[in-house]
DNA sequence: CGGAATAAGGACTATTTAATCCGTTTTTAT
DNA sequence: ATAAAAACGGATTAAATAGTCCTTATTCCG
């Protein structure tokens, strides 16, 4: 897995998000129920997306989360960053604790241009991007049951 | 991470042996120490590769593990294979449950063939394929300090 | 045969990650 | 003012992963 739950669900969170624009807040549980994300861990995600100027967030009765700027200026990079952090650009994928450019380990080089293919991919896609693939028939459809983990 | 640490360590633990090849067992505890790996945690490991054919191994006195073939016959994949399954290659990057090419993620193509890409890579190199990377200076220096995790 | 060296295997412990719970604060509406 | 609705934040629990330990089984060597 590359990405750790907290950030899948972040993405899928945001994804719903960006799918439901109505320059209205959405309250957490309301996202959790519509993305069968567990509620309490939801939120602390959430949490730390306002922390992070993903989200901002309004208190007390109307209250609720809404994207922090327009979707097409919230790339998948900057979820998994506010989440995981930017480990998986350095991490050796074999492990070696100081495999670098200098001293790399043998599929440092492979592993490298894949990397930053990945890196690209997180970076060039907005959730603007997905505004028309995500429709409440798509999203029901990936996910029918409950998350496995 | 894309690997469990269990991988990681069969990796490394089979690029030693591939690189100290005399065609004599090797225990587990030399191996450990040689690369630094948690001797009773890789004891665990090499139990999992001798049950899937990967290495060979003799009890008693001058008994220890070896490759179960030749180096060129041992792929990476083979080895992600026997200790963290092939999840890697059908898992939705975004979590979705019901992710598939049917009913597609919004990323779900472009993850498709960065995971091709990786499968091949995985696929394609053996631990032949390094024999002259890892010598034991390149080794040292791929791990001046303990495993991070 | 007896002892030592080694992998095998099972049970256990520790650490990290995932997830929950509950009291506090802020805000809105009545 | 008061009550209710929400996010906030800390503490706790649960589950998965990582790692240890100890006993047993096998094999070699004398």
């Known amino acids: 897995m590359l990405l750790s739950a907290g950030c899948e669900y972040a993405i899928q969170a945001l994804l719903y998000l960006e799918s439901n624009e109505q320059d209205e807040l959405k309250t957490v549980v ?12 939801l939120a ?4 730390r997306l306002v922390a992070e ?10 209250g609720g989360v ?7 200026e919230i790339t998948l990079l900057d979820i998994v960053q506010a989440i995981d952090g930017l480990g ?8 070696f604790p ?20 990945i890196a690209y991919m997180f ?12 429709t409440p028939a798509v999203r029901r459809r990936l996910r029918t049951g ?3 983990r």
């Open 146 to 148: 409950r998350n496995k």
């Open 53 to 62: 100027d993903v989200l901002v967030s309004g208190k007390g009765p109307g």
């Open 44 to 47: 602390k995600i959430v949490q």
């Open 30 to 41: 309301s996202i959790a129920k519509e993305t069968s994300i567990p509620p309490s861990f």
């Open 88 to 95: 998986f650009k350095s991490q050796c994928v074999l492990g």
């Open 123 to 134: 970076a060039a896609k907005s959730l603007k991007d997905f505004a028309s693939e995500i």
């Open 98 to 117: 100081d495999c670098n450019d200098k001293v790399p380990c043998p599929v440092h080089s492979y592993w490298g241009e894949l990397r930053e293919d």
């Open 66 to 72: 809404a994207l922090a700027r327009p979707a097409a």
